[in-house]
């Protein structure tokens, strides 16, 4: 063994071991605590502001709460709520409001008998968001007195002050995040109201109003539902066909921990399952989704024996069970035991065992007193089990055949020499003369290339067997190597880098929405992974003498453009559309489009699954309506279309 003592440069002593001090830690690594300086951990801010309101909406003392995004991306956040405590806080001996916006795991919910339900169980919220803001001003209604306090990156600016009298309790926060700390700090309003109204469903009665005042003409839009999660799962399938109008709800407690859980079919393919704990969501899941998965098929098996629709030993799975099935699940627990500040995913193993009892006992009884919604919903289980039944026949006579044939990857794959798949890309083309270019241009090293021709399956409108039988899919399965919808394993990918590379243009654009279709619905962890990218071909070839040079947007175009006629304005510039990628060069597409150097990839993300399986649904189902009203409301943003 080599000896090692020698490279020892520098000591490893007490003056290396750095304490950071109040809210110092969180500026040093804010991911830590919003899981990223991106838009997600901006928007994140509001959402734990937010949060504490809620929190008092779940105690019984809050009934409105507003969310604004004022001019200059400041954000404020009302609430009628008992009001932070302004008296002072005993172990600080400092204003319980100056202890809640500066020190880290501070708050009344750490067993002090201020709230019995939580979401915001860490306690770092408030202070979090004030160590990330460039200011922060908090005003408290409260004792017949205004309070207000004013701080700047988490340091205390104005001390707390009462500055008028009131008759009202509550909290207005208002902030600006720090430049500093976040890569973007403009809000998108969608995706804010899209959180409110989430919030809005699982609080029923709950009044929840959300305003853009940055635009022209305002925005505003208020929410309250009475009907709670029920309405939620309406909402859900408000773009598909609900198998039965009744959305089936259930409920029940057990200690300080109650559950509700709603439910309707709808006769697409696939599930939507969103669970919540202490109205967090847990993209995750936890053991609330596995008690409802564990219940659900449980009950559907002995139902289906029952109704004699089941014969001896016949069962269906539980992805036969949850085909078409939209679905809320939302409980609320005194100690949740979330991984994680972002809260993925819930722990509580009791909760597993509450959930189940309830939808084991009540989605019996349903069943049993609503027969024919009962019969509906297990005979498309039924035909889901048959086409699982199909496909695995299909899977396995392709297994065979490939082994027959003594290969297992297709034929017009044009694979790289690395086998190390954290190394490898695959670009998946449109057609054999984009293919020609993207093999002749590419580094075989690490660079596979798979052309596709033809118009591909619409997967929005199939199940497993129909993908398994597809020419133009099938290339694409065999090549990444990891199976699709359950069977789907990652270890098995061949490739980290999965580049979508089509034309710049509405046939292109088809090309990369059914791709992305076909990922999100059977190969989703491709997607959570980060491994889907779209490749960014330039739009505009510029050549003045021997001087090229590429743009990929009209904005681009004319900057280029300025800065190759310099100072003199007078050399003629030609300017080119290109038209696709199979009439580049070799080299040119290299040089713009492949080469890690110059080329531009765009990740493809899934920041909300409820949005990304609304645009899909919307964009390739069976309705006409919703998407004529997609374009309708998008057109203006189309601009510059090849058609």
Request: glycine share 8%; hydrophobic share 35%; aromatic share 8%.
């Amino acid at each position: 063994m080599a000896e090692i003592t020698d490279k020892i440069t520098q000591e490893y002593d007490a003056s290396q071991i750095q304490v950071l001090e109040g809210l110092e830690a969180v500026r040093k690594r804010p991911g830590m605590y919003v899981g990223s300086t991106s838009a997600s951990g901006l928007h994140h801010l509001v959402y734990e502001i937010v949060d504490n309101a809620i929190d008092e909406a779940l105690a019984g003392y809050c009934t409105h709460i507003e969310v604004s995004i004022e001019p200059d991306n400041i954000i404020r956040v009302l609430d009628d709520g008992r009001g932070i405590p302004v008296d002072i806080q005993e172990q600080a001996g400092k204003p319980a409001l100056e202890v809640v916006y500066t020190v880290l795991h501070a708050g009344g919910k750490f067993g002090g008998g201020g709230y019995k339900v939580a979401g915001g169980l860490h306690g770092v919220g408030a202070s979090v968001v004030n160590a990330l803001s460039e200011w922060l001003e908090v005003e408290v209604h409260k004792n017949g007195n205004i309070y207000q306090m004013r701080f700047s990156r988490g340091d205390i600016t104005q001390e707390m002050k009462i500055i008028g009298a009131t008759d009202k309790t509550g909290t207005v926060v208002r902030f600006k995040p720090d430049a500093e700390i976040f890569e973007e700090t403009v809000f998108d309003y969608e995706t804010l109201h899209a959180r409110m109204r989430e919030q809005a469903f699982l609080n029923a009665g709950l009044h929840i109003a959300t305003e853009d005042l940055r635009p022209e003409e305002p925005v505003r839009d208020e929410m309250r539902y009475e009907g709670g999660i029920r309405e939620f799962v309406k909402y859900l399938n408000r773009n598909k066909t609900a198998l039965h109008n009744e959305v089936i709800y259930m409920s029940g407690g057990r200690d300080d921990s109650v559950a509700e859980i709603a439910l309707q079919y709808n006769d697409s393919y696939n599930e939507m399952i969103l669970s919540f704990a202490n109205n967090i969501h847990t993209p995750e899941g936890g053991m609330h989704e596995t008690g409802f998965k564990t219940a659900l098929t449980r009950v559907f098996n002995a139902y289906g024996q029952k109704a004699g629709m089941l014969k001896n030993d016949e069962k269906v799975s539980g992805e036969d069970c949850r085909e078409g099935l939209a679905c809320i699940i939302s409980v609320k627990l005194t100690d949740a035991q979330f991984e994680g500040q972002t809260k993925a995913k819930l722990g509580n193993s009791e909760i597993r065992t509450l959930i189940d009892n309830i939808v084991f006992e009540k989605l019996t009884i349903f069943l049993e007193e609503t027969p024919s919604v009962g019969r509906l919903i297990l005979d498309k289980a039924l035909t889901a089990n048959r086409a699982r039944e199909a496909a695995r026949r299909a899977r396995e006579s392709i297994r065979r055949k490939n082994a027959l044939e003594g290969s297992t990857l297709p034929g017009k794959l044009r694979d790289c020499n690395e086998r190390d798949p954290g190394l490898t890309e695959l670009y998946i083309v449109e057609g054999d003369s984009a293919g020609g270019s993207a093999t002749g241009g590419r580094d075989s090293r690490y660079q596979a290339i798979l052309p596709l021709w033809g118009k591909m399956l619409n997967v929005e409108k199939a199940r497993a067997d129909k993908v398994y039988s597809n020419d133009k899919l099938m290339p694409v399965i065999t090549a990444l190597g990891a199976g699709i919808s359950e069977d789907f394993d990652i270890a098995k990918l061949r490739y980290h880098k999965v580049i979508i590379m089509a034309d710049a243009d509405v046939d292109g654009s088809h090309i990369r929405t059914l791709l992305l279709t076909f990922f999100f619905r059977f190969m989703r962890p491709l997607i959570d992974n980060g491994f889907v990218y779209a490749a960014m071909p330039p739009l505009y070839k510029l050549v003045r003498g021997r001087q090229t040079s590429y743009a990929f947007s009209d904005e681009e175009r004319d900057r280029v453009s300025a800065e190759m006629r310099g100072e003199d304005g007078r050399g003629k510039i030609d300017i080119s559309r290109n038209k696709g990628l199979g009439e580049m060069d070799p080299h040119e597409l290299w040089d713009t489009t492949m080469n890690p150097e110059t080329r531009t990839l765009k990740r493809i993300t899934l920041e909300d699954a409820i949005k990304a399986d609304e645009i899909f649904t919307v964009l390739m189902g069976e309705k006409v309506e919703p998407r004529k009203a997609f374009i309708e409301k998008n057109a203006k943003y189309a601009v510059n279309l090849d058609i």
